[in-house]
Nanobody, 125 residues
Framework: QVQVVESGGGLVQVGGSLNLSCSVS????????LGWFRQFPGKEREGVAC????????FYEDSVKGRFTISRDNGKRTLWLQMNTLVPEDTAMYFC??????????????????WGQGTQVTVSS
């Protein structure tokens, strides 16, 4: 069956870094557009970054541009989100997403086919 599993969340101080990982099984990894979303308490899940199937066309929301880097390795069936210069406003549950698509650009919540279970990121001041 399909499994999307995130790891790498945790507690970090302001200005610190975390690297989230997401492994995908049960799907043809190269056929997927992959992304990271986050959800604040009481709010809807929002996009953070997205990457096309080649790994050559990343997309970032303005709030993380220049601080976060999304990447993937199709051979390892793994997606990453390197998060640098973290601020308290980045505190959220982070979710990996998979969409059967070859397009580039923003990931849309309603287009996601599979979600991971989420990993908590907490930035303390």
């Amino acid at each position: 069956q399909v499994q999307v599993v995130e790891s790498g969340g945790g507690l970090v101080q302001v200005g610190g870094s975390l690297n989230l990982s997401c492994s995908v099984s049960g799907l043809t990894f190269e056929h997927l557009k992959l992304g990271w979303f986050r959800q604040f308490p009481g709010k809807e899940r929002e996009g953070v970054a997205c990457i096309d199937w080649t790994g050559l066309k990343p997309f970032y929301e303005d709030s993380v541009k220049g601080r976060f880097t999304i990447s993937r390795d199709n051979g390892k069936r793994t997606l990453w989100l390197q998060m640098n210069t973290l601020v308290p406003e980045d505190t959220a549950m982070y979710f990996c997403s998979a969409e059967r698509a070859y397009s580039a650009g923003r990931c849309y919540r309603n287009s996601v086919d599979y979600w991971g279970q989420g990993t908590q990121v907490t930035v303390s001041s």
